[in-house]
């Protein structure tokens, strides 16, 4: 079927993107899926810091490629032997597909795939190849996704369903977002009940782990170099808001830190606002020559811990459920991470916002 969807022509081109224009909207041919496969008419996709590192080219992956890995949608075909997903579902994407089969896998959530790791590398599916071409010649898959599209072929083990009754902004936040940010609060923290948790850099992952920690009872201490982002913070129950300067003057301390800036100097601060004995959690892409400077003896002498947390630590099929719970009761207000609405062929620009560091989620919402 001919589908509609925003194609990254190259990274690395210069900003602004409005004007060098990585992305173009363009028509594509969309096979067919195959027997573990679904066809899903996708409704609303998030754009997320992961898509801008691989425009910006701070991740390098293969191009021309239809870009987008936050969404959620109904499921239109289902493959010949997809048991357990019904035509008319909505279903939330994932960005990282598991296979149960590697060892990674059975860990729980806290390694990677290794076999969704290297087709997303590879820009396939997992079941291998690709779905997607243009005029004749193939396009790379984003992340088993491609969501930036009115339509995607993905492996049955890229979706969740979720209940009808959750709408297509938020149950797509659940899948990259809020299992990110969240993931890391409810998985890799180790937090007790009660503990404050720290959050440093308040984008749409750590905005999300903010309100997952509030939801499940925790005192937040938010900390952003950006004004606006700790009013929101603040809007969103976080009990302390301060500029990294200020939590350094001030002593700030807890006992779990997450990072989710991404970038060398967040992490830093995180580290030094970890009490003795407390855990300090990166779920923060940096680019990959990226090095922070840290003081070893502290992570001995205080009893440290340094946690590093792809995707939350998260399994999806359990995860995304929980949070989609959690919304339904009225306790996680995914809403808040909105910060915007931006029609496909404004993708582009809608980069420039996200690098610009003001932009939580915009979401393109589909007819």
Known sequence: MRIRGAVLEESGRPGPFAASRPLTVDELELDDPGPTELLVRIEAAGICHSDLSVV?????????????????????RVGADVRDVHEGDRVVLTFLPR????????????????????????????????RLSRRG????????????????????????????????????LLGCAVLTGGGAVLNASG??????IAIVGLGGVG??????????????????????KLEHARACGATEAWAPEEAADRGVRAPVVIEAAGHPKAFE??????????????????????????PPLTLTSEARTVVGSYL?????????????????????????????????????????????????RQLIEFD
């Open 56 to 76: 910006d080219g701070d991740r390098p992956r293969p191009t021309p490629m239809l870009l987008g890995h936050e969404a959620a949608g109904v499921v239109e």
């Open 99 to 130: 296979c149960g089969e590697c060892a990674a896998c059975a860990t729980d959530g806290r390694l990677p795939c290794e076999r969704g790791s290297a087709a997303n590398a590879r820009g396939e599916l997992l079941g291998g190849g690709t």
């Open 137 to 172: 010649e193939p396009v790379a898959h984003h992340l088993g996704a491609s969501a930036f599209a009115d339509h995607a072929v993905v492996d049955r083990r890229s979706v969740v369903p979720v209940p009808a009754a959750v709408p297509p902004g938020v149950a797509a």
């Open 191 to 196: 937090a007790r009940e009660g503990d404050p």
């Open 207 to 228: 905005t999300a782990a903010l309100l997952v920690a509030v939801a499940t009872g925790h005192p937040v201490v938010a900390i952003d170099a950006v004004p606006a």
């Open 269 to 294: 601060t995180a580290f030094s606002v970890t009490a003795p004995g407390g855990t300090t959690v990166t779920v923060g892409l940096p680019r990959a020559d990226a090095r922070s400077s840290l």
């Open 312 to 360: 939350g630590s998260s399994v999806p099929a359990r995860d995304v459920p929980t949070f989609a719970d959690l919304w339904l009761a009225g306790r996680l207000p995914v809403e808040r991470l909105v910060s915007g609405r931006v029609a496909l062929e404004d993708v582009n620009a809608a980069m420039d916002a996200l690098a610009g560091g003001t932009a939580l």
